[in-house]
């Protein structure tokens, strides 16, 4: 089977490797789609501060069940399952706690171990989800990114039920941040960029209200929306220092910022303002095994729009081109996706 190595920063290298065979306890699945993410490309430039190279990418996928190793009787020849791609330890104080997306031992399926940019891969069968019949190849592989954005809404210390949500960032994870927020009871959200195309995009994902940042001054565009005291929440999905500095300027007094963007590189943030402010800063990392559920049962609903988001695809012998792809379309790249042939 081909298989795709991101060896060093910027090169990836093909080869043709034995199919895998599943052992004991896992499934074998046949690749169809993988997703390309925001994680993916700091990675492809060296910039992940947590993958290391080299790597088979690919932690947002979907495909077909393909063979069953011994003791595995919930799945069947054919189905179309995506994976969790979270392997825990279910020993230390977090797992135990029912938080095991930040176990002490976590590693991601594509970004610490081997992922999907690869024609088969096996995996342990309770981190394979089966998604509803008239999911397509490409919404299956989506529900990992809707999954982040389920557990980044619901990371609020209270629900977003009825509030006003601002989203910094309208990539994908952002507009599947908003969509959510909107999914989840928010009585308005607010999405913001610096490309009027994917501000576009939200818009046709039914978001309220868009602002570009680099025409119009956040501050007031939010007063002019919601008076002085009125954005209740803010979700923080491009990972720049710039923007967490922009959500501790805009948002409410005592209130909270959720980090959803990964930080290539680590923020001057303006702590002052934290403190006199009142403000709470809280991390969410990935998901839950209910968030995918959730995930999955918003999309079947049609409370979250998948096919506005869909920019380009690739066969998996030209993943390199989806990256130069991405790279030579900055502004308008929301999710590439890679086809994997039969």
């Known amino acids: 089977m081909l298989q795709v190595t991101l060896s060093t920063p910027e090169h990836l290298t093909f080869k043709d490797v034995e199919n895998p065979l599943p052992a004991k306890g896992e499934v ?46 919930n799945f069947s020849i054919g189905e179309i399952v995506t994976v969790r791609p979270q392997i825990v330890c279910g020993k230390c104080y977090h797992c135990t706690h029912e938080h095991e997306n930040v176990c002490h031992n976590l590693q991601v399926i594509g970004c610490q171990v081997p992922g999907a940019a690869q ?103 939010l007063e002019i929306l919601y008076g002085p005291d009125g954005l209740d929440c803010v979700l923080e999905c491009v990972g720049i220092e710039a923007t967490i500095n922009q959500a501790i300027k805009v948002c409410r007094k005592e209130s909270e910022i959720i980090i959803v963007g990964v930080y290539g590189t680590p923020p001057m943030i303006d702590m002052i303002n934290v403190q006199e402010k009142e403000l709470r800063l809280i991390g969410t990392l990935m998901y839950l095994e209910k968030d995918y559920y959730m995930a999955i049962d918003l999309i079947k609903r049609k409370k979250i729009s998948l096919d506005p988001l869909k920019t380009a695809r690739f066969p998996l012998n030209e993943y390199d081109k989806a990256y130069k792809y991405i790279e030579q379309h900055v502004s308008t790249s929301m999710k590439v996706l890679i086809d994997v042939p039969d």
């Open 28 to 73: 074998l699945i046949k690749i169809k789609r993988v997703g390309i993410c925001g994680s993916d490309i700091h990675a492809y430039y060296g910039k992940h501060p947590t993958v290391f190279l080299p790597i088979i990418q690919g932690h947002e996928f979907s495909g077909e069940v393909a063979a069953l190793g011994a003791g595995v009787n």
């Open 119 to 221: 024609e088969y891969l096996a995996v342990k069968q309770d981190i394979v989800i089966k998604v509803p019949k008239e999911f397509n190849y490409d919404d299956a592989a989506m529900v990992e990114p809707v999954a982040v954005a389920v557990s980044a809404v619901r990371s609020f210390s209270s629900n977003v039920d009825n509030k006003n949500v601002l989203v910094l960032g309208a990539g994908t994870i952002g507009n599947l941040t908003a969509q959510t927020a909107k999914g989840l009871g928010a009585k308005s959200v607010t999405v913001t960029d610096v490309s009027d195309e994917k501000l576009a995009v939200a818009k046709k994902c039914r978001i309220d209200y868009t602002i570009n940042t680099k025409k119009d001054d956040l501050l007031k565009a």
